[in-house]
């Protein structure tokens, strides 16, 4: 497997709620694009930084009129993400853009389908217990050492 890297490109996607009479703001980052760099972490940097001073969130550029450009506050963080701030008439919208490394993909394995006799089972028994939700431990560390 070859360590590409990619720019990943997520838009802060709010809506609008009312609940007893309160307006809420929910936020949540959606991926909105993963852009194929190559092996070059270089290149990807500086297709980060270019996506990160150029994209234009799609709600933007659907009210956007020919000759129109956005005021835009890019900020760079400590980890090499992009945090952007774009303003366009009474509109805003933040992005993050990030240059990422692709290590680890695993195809989807479903479970072979219960015959009779175990959906009896199950049925008298209860459900079988609740999978163990991921913890690290020091130990995990140890190990790969």
Not at 17 to 36: M, N, S, V
Not at 56 to 76: T, V, Y
């Amino acid at each position: 497997m070859t360590a590409d890297w990619y720019v990943l490109i997520e838009e802060d996607t709010r809506t609008t709620q009312r609940a007893d009479g309160t307006e809420l703001k929910l936020h949540r980052w959606a991926l909105i694009g993963t852009h194929r760099i190559g092996p070059n972490r270089t290149q990807a940097t500086a297709a980060a930084e270019d996506a990160a001073l150029n994209y234009l969130p799609g709600i933007l550029a659907r009210h956007a009129r020919p000759g129109d450009e956005p005021a835009r506050h890019a900020l760079l963080t400590q980890d090499g993400a992009w945090i952007v701030l774009v303003k366009q008439r009474h509109r805003e919208c933040h992005i993050r853009v990030t240059a990422a490394q692709f290590v680890h993909s695993s195809e989807e394995r479903e479970a072979p389908p219960k015959n009779l006799k175990e959906k009896f089972r199950s049925a008298i028994e209860g459900p079988p217990p609740a999978v163990k939700p991921w913890a690290w431990t020091p130990e995990d560390q140890a190990g790969q050492t």
